[in-house]
């Protein structure tokens, strides 16, 4: 036998029986632990919880149980851990490792206004050089510099989010950022987005992940990545475009069949006219404009509401007329459409099917959206209503992983805390399973559901990267791609108090495959690839 047949050999098999274990526990699928979750129903916070519970509840909450993280549960109680979660520490503090690579990123190092200027310059040199014919290709060639790097801002923004999700204590915080960018999605695909695209997550949607929705709404109204995403950027009185209107009440809050109608479409576009952006200097004056308008202009950091553009006319909104004028009238239709129960009940439903299962019970939903009504769209209440309730303990289980929880579980599980130098393959695992970040091109975001992420092409994919991570994932640890791989080039998933707690509770099907392992790298890869770690 050839020396480099036996890991071929290895790779087919586990992957064979890795499907196998997949699609015989496709046809029948439940929940690992239902009963014992089940069992917790009577107290969620004071009794001490089982290992199992502790997993799900890390599953749920968490990008994915760890040693340590289990440990940290154990340490504070349920109620103390989920508070933490539910109010953290603001700034979070990362391992050290992890702070020190996101402060060398140039998002970090330099303002947006700084960033920008720097971008608008650059294109300014391609296109006076394309005009003077400075040598020939030279235009070409400061133009590709300024993809390059558009490009390295996007790259930039994608590993600051994978370093915050694999290693800050402020997990649910990480989790709901990810869920708000995806429900709030602007792709790096269009236009300038990629340059905005980290300002638009630091500042309008991770420090509001977990506080008032309303708040988050307009965070993401004002920013220019949305505006240039969805072209409210250039609708105006005379030239309305409806795109963010739509979006805005289709997808954002009220949901499709919730009673708008095309009229209050139509009436939400004229009213966002004269939102967008402006990239001069803060202290500029305001554009020129008849002296009766000058009052009505607004400028705040880059957002502006330029009078000169927004149509005055009254408009009828669910119903209603809007009584104010101008962004005032802004403020009056998002109050307006926040506190429609239809928000509520979208925004619950939501939040219950990403935490919870593709059908989540109608009264776990309603009792969620009472809580969003109550507190007025205030999220940590909301979720504490949704994570605490008996159905959703009933839930725990039964919610397929999409690739982004698949991927940073597995790191998490193998590696802890252990800071990787480099997370590109991280990043490029996501990207093999279809999810690649800020890279969903329509506005609807990515699918949660299991229909959508448990096809025979998925599967496939999910079993390759589980390899990947089972015998090679020592390549988050190399200074340079072209180093050499630590030995073993793989962790030991079997040592994992958290992988041998949830092997205890695993069909027989799965302990069998575990058990005919026979060596460390096919014990990971059937670990990683059970039916089981399929869920959450």
Known sequence: MRPN??????????????????????????????????????????????????LQWLDRVSWGASDSADQQLQRLGLQRWLD????????????????????????????????????????LAARTATEQGQGEGEGARLRQEVQRHLNQLAAQAQQRQVLRALYSPAQLQEQMTWFWMNHFNVSTRKAETRLWIADYEERAIRPNALGNFRTLLEASMRHPAML???????????????????????????????????ADVQAMAHVLTGVGFSTRDADAPPPRMDPELQADYLRDGFFEFNPKRHDYAPQVLLGQPLRAKGMAAVDEALDRIVASPATAQFIARKLAVFFMSDNPPPALVQRTAAAFSRSHGDMATTLRALLTAPEALAQQGQRFKDPMHYVL?????????????????????????????????????????????????????????????????????????????EQPPYPDLAQRATAQARVAQWSAASRDALAKARNVPDWNTYFLSAPEMMVR
């Open 409 to 485: 579980g597995a790191v998490r599980l193998g590696y802890d805390e252990r800071v990787a130098s480099d997370v590109r393959p991280v990043i490029g695992w996501i990207n093999r399973l279809g999810q690649p970040l800020y890279g969903h091109e329509t506005p609807d975001g990515y699918p949660v559901s299991q229909s959508d992420w448990a096809s025979s092409g998925q599967m496939a994919a999910r079993f390759d990267v589980a390899r990947q991570i089972a015998t090679r994932s020592a390549v988050l640890f190399r200074a340079e791609p072209q180093a050499a791989l």
């Open 5 to 54: 047949r036996l890991p071929r050999l290895l790779t087919l098999s586990a992957a064979a029986l890795a499907g196998t274990l997949w699609l015989g526990a496709c046809a029948s699928h439940a929940p690992p632990d239902a009963a014992s979750a089940q069992a917790a129903l009577p107290d969620t916070a004071a009794v001490p919880l089982s290992a199992t519970q502790r």
């Open 84 to 123: 933490a979660q539910l109010a953290p520490r603001q700034p979070p503090r990362l391992p050290a490792q992890a702070e020190q690579q996101i402060a060398a990123l140039e998002i970090s190092q330099r303002s947006m206004l700084e960033l920008q200027r720097d971008i608008a310059a650059q294109r």
């Open 228 to 262: 240039l995403y969805l072209n409210n950027a250039s609708n105006a009185k005379g030239h309305i475009n409806e795109n963010y209107a739509r979006e805005l009440l289709e997808l954002h809050t009220m949901g499709v069949g919730s009673g708008y109608t095309q």
